[in-house]
């Protein structure tokens, strides 16, 4: 049976033995947020598919779902594993200005709205949880899978109409750039080649089988992180 339909079997006198109706999300229809955000991991994922175009080789994996806690998992938008380490990369499709700091728990996207009666620029704001402290939490879940002697290096990528106006961080394992600007972060990023080929490669197939979960999990998942936002909001 596929992921994301449900069967119900009828009685023995039906004319058919079985009967597939419509993936509860196709009723519901798209989730334009998810869709978004899905077109930004697209673009970072088409740049690391271009052979040379960063000039660090390494094998990608996306939306992997990693063991969080007890019944609970953490969504990895993408990782890129090199001789270097780990690049664990967060991807964020955002419109408008970039204001944030490290140290804040939320940042501020400020989109512009037009122009008032006296020809003043208006903006609208809106607030998005600090990128850095959502991958760090990515990166402690995957520490706990590849063990403390493989480096990891926390990138957050912003794409769409944006522009990074005040980013402030001053973690050494940490970079917050736009997405044309990421083949300089992942060739300033990281020091040596600690890793062998090989290492590279049995992590791929180690960390492979957390991108193969079923609809079922994907659901469960966001659940866990909508409850995590209410509760976030509720504070």
């Known amino acids: 049976m596929q992921p994301g339909f449900f069967y119900f079997p009828h009685r023995k006198d039906s004319p058919t033995s079985m009967k597939w109706f419509v993936c509860l999300r196709a009723l519901l229809g798209p989730d334009p947020a998810r869709e978004k955000g899905e077109r930004g991991e697209n673009q970072v994922a088409a740049r690391l598919a271009e052979k040379g175009w960063f000039r660090v080789k390494g094998l990608c994996l996306r939306n992997l779902y990693l063991p969080a806690g007890e019944n609970a998992t953490t969504e990895v938008d993408m990782i890129y594993l090199t001789r270097k380490g780990i690049y664990v990369i967060e991807s964020k499709n955002y419109t408008g200005r970039i204001y944030g700091d490290e140290d804040r728990p939320q940042w501020t996207a ?18 998005l949880y600090n990128p850095i402290w959502q991958n760090a939490g990515h990166m402690r879940a995957l520490s706990r899978l590849v063990g403390p002697e493989v480096p990891l290096w926390s990138v957050i990528v912003f794409s769409g109409r944006c522009r990074l106006a005040d980013v402030r961080w001053d973690r050494d394992d940490t970079a917050v750039c736009r997405v044309e600007e990421l083949p300089r972060v992942l060739r300033k990023l990281g020091r040596g080649k600690p890793l062998s080929w090989r290492e590279v490669e049995d992590l791929y197939r180690r960390l492979e089988p957390y991108t193969q979960v079923s609809w079922f999990q994907k659901q ?16």
């Open 220 to 235: 469960a998942h966001i659940r866990q992180v909508k409850e995590k936002e209410r509760a976030r909001r509720g504070r």
């Open 110 to 127: 400020a989109v512009y709205a037009g122009r008032g009666w006296l020809g003043r620029v208006k903006t609208e704001k809106h607030s």
